[in-house]
């Protein structure tokens, strides 16, 4: 049975092409969401570029048919703009002249026309409204991940065979060579993906640990376990795999994705490991760091606040300058030394091996070269994180960092943010390295550790 999809606005927003994603059924677009869309479109960012591209879609059907009366879609179904609706009675508590309450009357109108009606829209006050008036409503599901990929860490244990454990370091393992276990004990292969860190626990000696990472179908010890970049060593298991997979070349490993709580060093990390590759400039393989951090509001209102973009993104950055003066800070606990920590870290922004910007700016730039670290991730949308990853040039390495658990974006939850679909799409890439930290993981402090347990 064919049915009738309302769209919201705030779909078309952050998924411009959702209109072609409903098969056979009907798309109605009540003429509020063109209103909205209208007001968009000289909007800065993501937000007024989406904005353009649907209303120029909208224009190209307007142009092939009649779209009052319902233009056909190259992959079937139809798409219409719905004028009418406005005698529609709602109840009283809701006001008749707020966009939200537009949309819910022409889908009480469709439904009243004997259609199957449901709303889409990334509002969950509006999923909430519809459903008390008897319509059915639903989140926009083609950008939104499985309900099981949160189960993919990046790593894993195994047991290895006691007799080619000691030719592991110099070698490597095929993968008949390890296996897992179930409750009952029963030997089984393990599900491994390409680029997946393993714990090898000795099957003799379960307590004999060494670390590696699937690679072609087989298991290859680590090239940076014993690094330290820019000072920095690592204090768990979860360090060592994010210190392999940032030290990688940008050839081998041009795309990291770093999951985990608060306090386990993610941003910490990638800033000593870009500080190493830039400033010590061992190899030469980055001309520069460069640090965005989206944020909602921030990002919908740079252009309206006052000073330079370095002043404007000041606030929004305070959390990279925590770490940096960490990183860089000698131990000495007095003013002088305060004041050579500032002026050190002033020197490195002054010599540009280090940028920061707002993610308004990114769109459109091809990054040759450059260590881009996108902090607090999470808050990106699936359309954001695409347009990311397809800005790298040649040499670029792209670190996504953040929490699917903490996410500030109204229309955004765990299975539809752009972290998560990210790591869901490039999950067996050989270009992907993907980890998750574990909440005892946490280095913060001992108080950070327990709220992360109890909260």
């Not at 519809?130 to 195994?158: H, K, W």
Request: aromatic share 6%.
């Amino acid at each position: 049975m064919v049915k009738t999809y309302v769209i919201d606005t705030n779909v078309l927003i952050q998924a411009p092409d959702a209109l072609f994603c409903f098969d056979e059924h009907e798309r109605l677009l009540p003429l509020v969401v063109l209103e909205e869309l209208d007001g968009l479109k000289k909007a800065d960012g993501e937000r007024g570029a989406n904005a353009r591209k649907v209303i120029r879609t909208l224009e190209n059907l307007r142009l092939s048919g009649d779209i009052l009366s319902g233009v056909p879609l190259p992959g079937g179904g139809s798409v219409r703009i719905e004028t009418n609706c406005v005698h529609e009675p709602l109840p009283e508590s809701l006001p008749e002249d707020k966009a939200d309450n537009r949309i819910l009357k022409v889908c009480i109108h469709a439904q009243k026309e004997g259609k199957d009606v449901i709303l889409v829209t990334k509002d969950l006050v509006l999923r909430l409204k519809s459903e008390m008036l008897g319509i059915p409503a639903e989140d926009f599901s083609n950008e939104q991940v499985s309900s099981d990929s949160g189960n993919y860490l990046g790593r894993t244990t195994c047991y290895i065979r006691a007799d080619v454990s000691s030719a592991f370091q110099t070698q490597g393992v095929s993968l008949d060579n390890v296996y897992i276990t179930d409750e009952e004990g029963n030997i089984l292969p393990p599900d491994l993906t390409e680029n997946e860190f393993v714990t090898l626990r000795n099957d003799l000696n379960p307590q004999a640990t060494q670390l590696g990472r699937v690679e072609k179908g087989r298991i290859v010890p680590l090239t940076f376990a014993a690094a330290s970049p820019y000072g920095v060593k690592p204090h768990n298991v979860g360090q060592v795999f994010i210190q392999e997979a940032l030290m990688m070349s940008a050839q081998r490993a041009p795309l990291v994705i770093v999951k985990g709580p608060a306090g386990t060093a993610k941003t910490f990390y990638s800033l000593a490991v870009g500080l190493e590759k830039v400033v010590n400039n061992m190899r030469g393989e980055y001309r520069k760091m460069l640090i965005c951090r989206p944020n909602v509001q921030f990002d919908k209102d740079i252009g309206f606040l006052p000073g330079t973009e370095e002043e404007k993104i000041s606030p929004l950055m305070r959390p990279i300058m925590d770490n940096l003066e960490q990183l860089m800070d000698s131990g000495e606990d007095n003013y002088r030394d305060e004041m050579m920590l500032q002026d050190t870290i002033q020197e490195i922004f002054e010599q540009h091996y280090i940028e920061m910007e707002a993610m308004n700016y990114l769109r459109g730039r091809s990054l040759v070269n450059t260590y881009l670290i996108i902090d607090e991730a999470q808050n990106m949308t699936p359309n954001q994180v695409q347009g990311i990853i397809t800005r790298a040039g040649r040499g670029t390495k792209i670190i996504l960092l953040g929490d699917p658990r903490q996410i500030d974006n109204a229309f955004l939850d765990e299975r539809t943010n752009g972290l998560s679909y990210a790591a869901e799409k490039m999950k067996g890439s050989p270009l992907c390295w993907q980890i998750t930290l574990l909440n005892s993981e946490c280095e913060r402090s001992a108080l950070a550790l327990d709220a992360i347990e109890r909260f």
